[in-house]
């Protein structure tokens, strides 16, 4: 662990960690190592909660390391910066995604899809704190130079943005019939993002009760998918779907797709989820599946402009970082409430109460 627990009178930071198997977060102060001339360290101001944080932290992507602060939509202040670096300078806002290092060699990254490097290195992992914590560290240039102007509550474009915005730069087009399954963290932002990619977008949730929300982000239509009606009257009406969804129903995505349309999942099931899937169909009506994993910093900047073009920021709810529990509980379980449609984590009332150490 390249963070080191300590005192609080020694320590660089704070974070909000799960020391044990489940949803509970612990106040941990710590020590920052030495920085390195590539590196930089923020004060973070704000970072989003994405469910796979949770699903990491329960086990169901695998028995969780411990301890675990998770983080991967971060924005913050930058405090120190390596002898090495050039493009970022100290106070400047900045953001940080999913990922924090990449091999340079291969020929993922040379070709500029390092988040298909088979050595990268996630924001958070056994060896590296994430974004639930007051001070940040890592390798300069996975770091995105901010605006001002740039909410540090729209830190969730980071993961959950960026997720979306790479499979819909790569296949939608003007005009197309887009179709966003999951009305939630994710899903929300594709509905925005897609409306703006000029297609014809159809919101596809369990829930009627988001048709009128869903309708005002830039959705045109609404399906209710518990409604076998619904889904029978717009078979075969969709050139795209952007599946959003942990529990990914592909045989009622496909049903919706035209032929020779194509499907493209960004929820990741947890490992017992069995994700059914009728071959004969696909091959049959030529249809394509894809997967898509966040995207590249190159992605990640093309995004970062459109949003500044459309001024487009995710709904979220934020919470003190003192309260991370409450921001915790609310994705996890929904008390006392469910995300409207993303929680952030703000750190600005900590530091009444805590001062980093000088050094």
């Known amino acids: 662990m390249s963070e080191q627990p300590c005192d609080i009178g020694d320590a660089d930071g704070v974070a909000m960690a799960f020391l044990e ?3 509970k977060v612990t106040p941990l102060p710590f020590r920052q190592p030495a920085l390195g001339d590539k590196q930089i360290r923020i ?24 301890p675990l602060v998770p983080g991967h939509e ?7 910066v390596g002898e090495k670096v050039s493009h970022l300078h100290e106070g400047d806002k900045v953001g940080f995604g999913v990922y924090r290092d990449c ?65 819909l730069l790569q296949y939608a087009k003007p005009s197309m019939k887009v179709g966003i ?22 919101a596809i949730s369990t829930t009627p009760g988001k048709e009128q929300e869903a309708k005002s982000m830039g959705a045109h239509h609404f399906i209710n998918s518990k409604d076998p009606e619904a889904l029978k009257k717009h078979a075969n009406s969709l050139d795209m779907i952007l599946d959003t969804c942990t529990a990914v129903n592909l045989e009622q995505d496909f049903s919706l797709v ?14 017992e989820h069995d994700c059914k899937l009728n071959i004969t169909q696909i091959l049959m009506r030529q249809q394509e599946l894809h997967g898509s994993e966040v995207g590249p910093r190159i992605v990640i900047e093309n995004m970062l402009e459109f949003v500044k073009i459309h001024n487009i920021i995710p709904d979220v709810d934020i919470y003190p970082f003192a309260d991370t529990q409450s921001a915790v509980n609310s ?14 984590i703000e750190t600005k009332d900590f530091f009444n109460t805590f001062t980093p150490r000088s050094n």
């Open 21 to 23: 198997k489940g949803t």
């Open 43 to 66: 004060r973070v101001t704000h970072a989003g909660l994405c469910m796979s944080d949770l699903l990491t932290s329960t086990g169901q992507w695998g028995e969780p390391y411990l």
């Open 74 to 80: 971060i924005v913050g202040i930058v405090e120190k």
């Open 103 to 167: 091999c340079d060699m291969c020929s993922e990254c040379r070709t500029g899809h390092e988040n298909m490097c088979a050595g990268k290195s996630y924001t958070y992992d056994p060896y590296s704190y994430g974004g639930y914590a007051t001070s940040f560290q890592s390798r300069g240039d996975f770091f995105f130079k901010l605006d001002d102007s740039f909410p540090g509550y729209a830190a969730p474009l980071f993961c959950a943005g960026t997720t979306v915005y790479n499979p």
């Open 181 to 202: 399954v999951g009305i939630g963290g994710l899903g929300h932002v594709a509905i925005k993002f897609a409306n703006k990619f000029g297609c014809e977008v159809t």
């Open 258 to 271: 035209r032929p020779r349309g194509h499907v493209a999942l960004v929820g990741a099931p947890n490992v």
């Open 331 to 344: 994705l996890f379980s929904g008390s006392p409430k469910w995300p409207r449609y993303r929680n952030v």
